[in-house]
C-alpha cells in the first residue's frame, strides 16, 4: 500500500494475534499497550485472530464482524460519491464474512454525518449501504444515526457460520491461491494521492469492491483449509494466515494476477483488496481455478504453497526475494 | 434534557416507527429524507421501531443493537474520565438489550481514537468498555481500532431474546412503572454546561450508567406487556411506547421519582437516563414495587397509566397540565 491517509484497520475480531503483524494505529510503538490490551480480552473472548467473532447459538454458530470507516482515515470526500462510501463501508464488513465463508444474515449501520451535509448525499450514502448488503443477499435490520464532523459509519454485518473456513488450518503441502486480480486500489490511491483521476477500473476497485460471499461458499464446499481475505495486502494477510495456521507461506511472485492498471508491487502489497486468500488441500486438482472462474466470472490464482515454518516468503522463478518497500509497514 | 450538544441518537432498530418522535439529527426538516429513507428499509427488515433488532436463528431469537457515541455530540473530554467514556459506551448500548429483556451474549467495539490520544488513557477507555461487558455477564467478542480526530465509539451489543418484552403490547388498563430515580443525567448536563462540577451522585448517573440487565428480566418474569430504556427522556419515550402499542399514556407528574440533585422538570424531560419505562398488567399487584426494591437495590414506582387514546398526557393531581419546556424538541 502506498503511503497516505488510509490504514488498513480491519480486525474484527480480537483473538490470539490482533494488531501484532499490521499497525492499524501505528507507526510506532504508542500503541502497544493498546494492542496487548486486545489481546488479552481476545484470550478471553473470541477465537484465533479471525477475520470474525464467533458465538455459539443453541448449536448455531453467529459471525459477527464490525468495520469502522471515517472520513480523512479511510476515504476522502473528494474521491468518492456519497454513494459509493455507504457501499464501500458495507462491502468492506461483509468482506470479513467472507473471508471465513458465513452467510450474511443481515447488518446494522452506525452513521455519523455532519450537519451541513446536503440530505440528498446523506440518502445516496444509505442507499448505497443498503445495497451493498441486498447485493450480498442480507437486509439492513437495524442501526444509529447521530451527528459527527467526519462522515462515520461503523457497518456491523451478522452471518450464520454453518460450513467456517478460518484462518487457522492451513498444512504443509498446501496450495495458496488467490480470488480476482490485485493492485487495483493501490493504483487508485496513488493517483490520488498524486492529485490525479484514477484509471476507471482501478478507481472502481476501490470505490466499489465485491464482497467475495458466493466465492467464499463455492471454496468452502471444495474443502477450503483456511482463508482470509486481503484487506491489509496480499503479504501481510498471508503472514496472518501463516502465523495463525503455524505454518509458512511462499507467494510466488510472476504468479500473483496483476490488475491491468497496477503495478506488481502494487498488487503484493495493496491492500484495501477484499479478495480471498484460501489454502486448498494438495487433493484439489488444478482444474479448480477454471471451475472457478467458470462459475464466478473472475479468476482464481494459484499464488503459491504452504510450506512447514513460519511467516510469508517471497519467491521469483525458485529464489527468495526481497518483499517490495511498503511491506515492511505490517511487520 | 436542557439544551446543548447532547443529541438523543439511540434508535438501534429501524422500523415502522424510526426517526418520527424524536430529532436525533434534528431539529429542523433538512433530515426528513432520511428518516424516510430509514423508514423504508425498516419496512423491509427490522420490527416495529423496538431498541433492538432481531434476527432468528433456527429458533433463537437474537437481539442486536449499535449505539454510536462520538466526542463533541454525545460527550465532552472535559467531562468524563476515559474509563467513563468507554464505560458509557458500553453501558448505553447494552440498555437497549435490557429494553427488550434480552440476556447479554457479547459486545463488539469499534473504536476510533486521535493520534495525540495517550496510550494510557486508550487503555483505560477500552478497560471501561470491557468493565461495562463484564458487569453485564458478557464479554468483548470483537472490535476494530483506527484513527479518528474525535474519539468516536460503537458499540455492538448482542443477546439472546427468550422471553422478548417489545414496545408494543401496552393496553389500556395497565399501569406504568420506572425504575430508579429520573434527572440525575440532566441535572449534570446543565452544571457542565454552565461551566460548573456537577453534584458527584448525578454526575455518577450520567458518567456510569447501569443497563437494567437484570431488572428487565425480573420485569419480563412477572408479566410486563410492554418496555423501553428512557434515553430520550421519560415523556419522549412514554410517546415511543405509546405510538409503537397504539395507545395513550398517562404520566402523573407527582408520582415520577426525582434524583435528590434534579428538579422535576429534569426528571420528565431529561434523558441517558438508561431506566426502563415498562406497562404492567393491572393484576400485578401494588407491592410490586417493593418487591423489586428488595431484589435490586433500587426503586420501581408507578407513574401513570395506560389508557385508551394516543400519545402522552402529563397530569398533576388528576388533571392535564403542559409539559415542561424541553419536551416540544421531541415531537
Redesign the interface.
Known sequence: MPPGIL?T??????GAHP?VTHT??GPGR?????RR??ST?GD???GGGDD????E????T?A?????S?E???FRLGWLKAHEIGWRACAASLSDLAAVAATP??I?A????PREMP??L??DL??GV?EAAHAAGC????????????I?I?V?S?G?GDHLVRRVGAQPGDTLWITGALGGPAAALAAWEEGQEPEETARARFARPEPRIAAAQWLAARGARAMIDVSDGLLADAAHLAAASGVRCAVERERVPVHPAATADQAIVGGEEYELLVALPASVTGDVGTRFAEAHGFPLTRVGAVDAGDGVVLREHGAAVAPPVGFGHFD
Request: with cysteine; aromatic share 8%.
Open positions: 490504514e484497520s480491519r480486525r474484527s475480531a480480537i494488531f492499524p494505529l504508542e500503541f502497544d499497550a493498546i490490551f486486545w480480552l478471553r473472548a473470541a470474525c467473532a464467533f458465538i447459538l443453541d448449536g448455531t453467529l459477527v464482524s464490525c468495520d469502522l471515517i480523512g482515515t479511510h444474515v443481515g446494522l452506525a452513521v455519523g454525518l440530505a440528498s446523506a440518502v444509505m442507499d443498503a437486509g439492513v435490520v437495524g442501526g444509529d444515526l447521530v451527528r459527527s464532523d467526519a462515520t461503523d456491523v451478522l450464520r
